[in-house]
């Protein structure tokens, strides 16, 4: 597909994203620019004509989560009124997925309020990665595809070999989708009873449902803020006899206390995808990177040649 009819665009929150997934498209980055201004606001500017074109914008939304998630409107806005044929918002992790629901009184379903201002903005479809959970697409009234990231981290860790592997689900929620880790790599899984009791982004593993006594440990997850429940677990599987721990989630968003939290944790290596690249610190030595811009390339080829995108969910 060439780039007579398509292009990719990206926002300064993925800006390594989108060169590595035009790279694998073999075209170019769309020219833009961002400027920000002393008292805190944006400007976007697309310096390419994008008339009648189909536009994919690469714009993940985390460290500062609300600066990137305005620029990504701004983007849609901005495509739109330069009259590009269809704006896909491509948000390799979206944060306020987070606000699923209204679990207790007057607080705000933030992913909804989100997707409302996406679909507002202009965009006419969204590519996403690993929402927190699946009925976040449900909050949108414009074709959401969610990617897994599932396949590409397994066989990053497939490749490693290792001896004995357990999946284990750092929480009863995550069972069945650590289930799918398991059955993709052909091992058993174990469940860690996870008890949260507030917004402190902490919770208190308090039970292990399987055996892990001899085997190495995988802990999956979709992401890690603090990387407590990570390293929690991990003291706990190496109690209960696990001979060596690693993890896995789709995004890390890792600060300073956190890549130190995880430094200092029994876990040998954290492996994660470039999903979020705007990381207040440098990275642990401890994650290990996987790219999924091939994800994302084939996603966007197949969407802007009409082709079904349902192989890149099996």
Same mark, same amino acid.
């Given at each position: 597909?060439?780039?007579?009819?398509?292009?990719?665009?990206?926002?300064?929150?993925?800006?390594?994203?989108?060169?590595?997934?035009?790279?694998?498209?073999?075209?170019?980055?769309?020219?833009? =620019?961002?400027?920000?201004?002393?008292?805190?606001?944006?400007?976007?500017?697309?310096?390419?004509?994008?008339?009648?074109?189909?536009?994919?914008?690469?714009?993940?939304?985390?460290?500062?989560?609300?600066?990137?998630?305005?620029?990504?409107? *701004?983007?849609?806005?901005?495509?739109?009124?330069?009259?590009?044929?269809?704006?896909?918002?491509?948000?390799?992790?979206?944060?306020?997925?987070?606000?699923?629901?209204?679990? =207790?009184?007057?607080?705000?379903?933030?992913?909804?309020?989100?997707?409302?201002?996406?679909?507002?903005?202009?965009?006419?479809?969204?590519?996403?990665?690993?929402?927190?959970?699946?009925?976040?697409?449900?909050?949108?009234?414009?074709?959401?595809?969610?990617?897994?990231?599932?396949?590409?981290?397994?066989?990053?860790?497939?490749?490693?070999?290792?001896?004995?592997?357990?999946?284990?689900?750092?929480?009863?929620?995550?069972?069945?989708?650590?289930?799918?880790?398991?059955?993709?790599?052909?091992?058993?899984?174990?469940?860690?009873?996870?008890?949260?009791?507030?917004?402190? =982004?902490?919770?208190?593993?308090?039970?292990?449902?399987?055996?892990?006594?001899?085997?190495?440990?995988?802990?999956?997850?979709? *992401?890690?803020?603090?990387?407590?429940?990570?390293?929690?677990?991990?003291?706990?599987?190496?109690?209960?006899?696990?001979?060596?721990?690693?993890?896995?989630?789709?995004?890390?968003?890792?600060?300073?206390?956190?890549?130190?939290?995880?430094?200092?944790?029994?876990?040998?290596?954290? *492996?994660?995808?470039?999903?979020?690249?705007?990381?207040?610190?440098?990275?642990?030595?401890?994650?290990?990177?996987?790219?999924?811009?091939?994800?994302?390339?084939?996603?966007?080829?197949?969407?802007?040649?009409?082709?079904?995108?349902?192989?890149?969910? =099996?």
């Amino acid at each position: 597909m060439g780039a007579s009819e398509f292009m990719v665009f990206a926002g300064s929150a993925s800006r390594n994203l989108g060169r590595a997934i035009t790279d694998r498209l073999d075209i170019e980055l769309g020219s833009s =620019e961002v400027l920000h201004f002393s008292e805190g606001n944006l400007f976007v500017r697309v310096l390419e004509n994008v008339r009648g074109r189909d536009i994919f914008i690469v714009q993940g939304t985390a460290f500062p989560a609300n600066d990137n998630f305005m620029e990504l409107l *701004f983007w849609i806005d901005a495509l739109k009124r330069a009259s590009a044929a269809s704006v896909t918002a491509v948000i390799p992790y979206f944060s306020y997925a987070k606000g699923d629901k209204k679990d =207790e009184p007057r607080v705000s379903i933030r992913g909804r309020v989100c997707a409302d201002a996406i679909a507002a903005a202009g965009a006419d479809r969204v590519v996403t990665l690993d929402l927190h959970t699946p009925q976040v697409q449900g909050f949108f009234n414009i074709p959401v595809d969610d990617l897994y990231s599932l396949p590409v981290l397994c066989d990053a860790i497939a490749a490693h070999n290792f001896h004995d592997l357990v999946v284990v689900a750092p929480d009863a929620g995550y069972a069945k989708k650590a289930r799918q880790w398991a059955n993709r790599l052909q091992v058993p899984t174990a469940i860690a009873d996870k008890r949260r009791v507030d917004h402190s =982004e902490t919770a208190e593993i308090v039970e292990l449902i399987g055996s892990v006594e001899g085997r190495t440990a995988l802990i999956v997850d979709d *992401f890690t803020i603090s990387a407590g429940t990570l390293v929690d677990a991990a003291r706990v599987l190496v109690d209960r006899g696990a001979t060596t721990v690693y993890a896995a989630v789709s995004h890390a968003l890792l600060t300073e206390a956190a890549n130190e939290r995880l430094d200092d944790s029994p876990i040998e290596c954290l *492996f994660t995808t470039d999903s979020v690249e705007t990381q207040p610190t440098k990275l642990a030595d401890k994650v290990q990177v996987v790219s999924v811009a091939g994800l994302f390339a084939e996603a966007i080829h197949r969407i802007s040649a009409r082709e079904s995108i349902s192989v890149l969910f =099996e």
